[in-house]
């Protein structure tokens, strides 16, 4: 079992950068590739990168490619969702995922989810 909390959502302008960060616990960290995920007012959970059990293989969704990076740090059991260049449209709650296989992990969600964080981008 596995038990994944998000922090460091928050309220920012559009253009400004926001870290997000997700602690896991309860399991072998590196075992797990990792995701994250976000769900906008009114839709459905889309997801938005993944990050492979080394952190060397990295997958995003078209809409945050250039501007999202994600990372993690096997050493600390954290995950890391640096945001760039935010946008309205990016306000959403946010999650963290684990799953054993990076590469379902974005098509079928992660056998893991932390509680969310929300992120909101004014214009």
């Known amino acids: 079992q596995v038990q994944l909390a998000e922090s460091g959502g928050g309220l920012v302008q559009a253009g400004d950068s926001l870290r997000l960060s997700c602690a896991a616990s309860g399991g072998m960290f590196s075992s797990y590739a990792m995701g994250w995920f976000r769900q906008a007012p009114g839709k459905e959970r889309s997801f938005v990168a993944a990050?492979?059990?080394?952190?060397?293989?990295?997958y995003y969704t078209g809409s945050v490619k250039g501007r999202f990076i994600a990372s993690r740090d096997n050493a600390k059991n954290m995950v890391y969702l640096q945001m760039n260049s935010l946008k309205p449209e990016d306000t959403a709650v946010y999650y963290c995922?684990?799953?054993?296989?990076?590469?379902?992990?974005?098509?079928?969600?992660?056998?893991?989810w932390g509680q969310g964080t929300q992120v909101t981008v004014s214009s």
């Open positions: 990050i492979s059990w080394e952190g060397d293989h990295t």
């Open positions: 995922a684990a799953d054993p296989d990076y590469f379902t992990l974005s098509k079928a969600g992660g056998q893991y």
